[in-house]
């Protein structure tokens, strides 16, 4: 069942990152007044530049792990803000750490105080390397606590247990979003993800760096089919985790040559050791979401590229 009533005034940490950009615009489009909050380490004001004239937005250049005041109403909290791509939360281990624990505290202690209703952009990564297939939202995971990536896997983990923690005492209204490989413009050049890393290679006629033998799967979604999922779950009365992806599973190697031949790059295949922990196998069950939201994916893996190369290719240099 979907809620009626529509909030006026959106704080969106994060939101001058790539999904959080894209998120904001949609909402601006739809007449809502939001506020952007980003500290800027992976975000960038140039994903937001063209809405800083927009009489309905506002930025705020802050990091959501120190105490967290506005004044006036806020109605919904969506807190996107983290270091999601392994290159930054490799390099910044403690603050991937302190953004998903304190800074989710400090967003769902603004939305108790405000009354106002929380989604957390979780992650397909509180599943690991998954023993199910494909994940479904009550699989636990598999999940090494202490690894290289554990910085990241338990940060949205314990950003979990917190949100509901505040839904048992506190009563604030939670959303949980899990949420796939998204790609699409606004990814840094230098992000460090599969698709981005793979676009500029092949733009730049490097070796496309493939990690392992390429056997390994992921599932793509285009950006614009996950904001409209975010917002879809946030506007629902759903409170239990919900799966937001593209439930297309391609191969590692599937997406190298498609990049290939859409770039028409002439660059090699590099093979690389695979990193510890890295999952074999990654692909959302979304029945939940088309039960409870009407949602899923409409842009395959192939249009979607089509959209995003040419955003890095107006930014990489042969």
Not at 107 to 122: I, M, Q, T, V, Y
């Amino acid at each position: 069942m979907m809620s009626k009533a529509k909030p006026k005034n959106i704080l969106i940490t994060g939101g001058a990152g790539f999904i959080g950009s894209h998120l904001t615009r949609y909402l601006l489009n739809n007449g809502y007044r939001v506020i952007c909050m980003d500290n800027l380490i992976t975000g960038s004001k140039d994903n937001i530049k063209e809405l800083l004239k927009n009489k309905n937005f506002t930025f705020i250049k802050y990091d959501v792990t120190k105490e967290l005041k506005l004044k006036g109403p806020i109605d919904w909290v969506m807190h996107l803000a983290s270091l999601a791509s392994p290159k930054y939360y490799w390099k910044y281990p403690i603050k991937t750490l302190k953004s998903g624990f304190l800074g989710t505290h400090n967003c769902l202690g603004l939305s108790k105080a405000k009354k106002a209703r929380f989604l957390l952009a979780s992650t397909s990564e509180v599943y690991g390397d998954p023993m199910v297939h494909p994940q479904t939202e009550e699989y636990w995971g598999n999940v090494n606590p202490i690894g290289e990536r554990s910085c990241y896997d338990e940060s949205k983990r314990s950003a979990e247990a917190l949100a509901y923690a505040y839904w048992r005492q506190h009563k604030v209204d939670v959303r949980v979003a899990r949420i796939f490989n998204t790609y699409g413009p606004n990814m840094q050049v230098d992000d460090g993800r599969v698709v981005s890393n793979f676009i500029v290679q092949a733009l730049r006629g490097n070796d496309i760096t493939i990690f392992g033998n390429g056997e390994q799967t992921r599932s793509f979604c285009y950006v614009d089919d996950l904001v409209k999922g975010l917002v879809s779950l946030i506007q629902s009365d759903y409170q239990q985790p919900v799966n937001l992806g593209n439930p297309g599973e391609f191969k590692i190697m599937e997406l190298a040559e498609m990049v290939l031949k859409l770039t028409k790059s002439k660059a090699k295949l590099k093979f690389m050791a695979l990193p510890a922990d890295d999952p074999k196998q990654r692909c959302p069950d979304i029945a939940r979401a088309k039960e409870i939201l009407g949602w899923e994916p409409v842009v395959n893996l192939e249009e979607g590229l089509k959209k995003t190369i040419p955003y890095f290719a107006a930014r990489v240099k042969p």
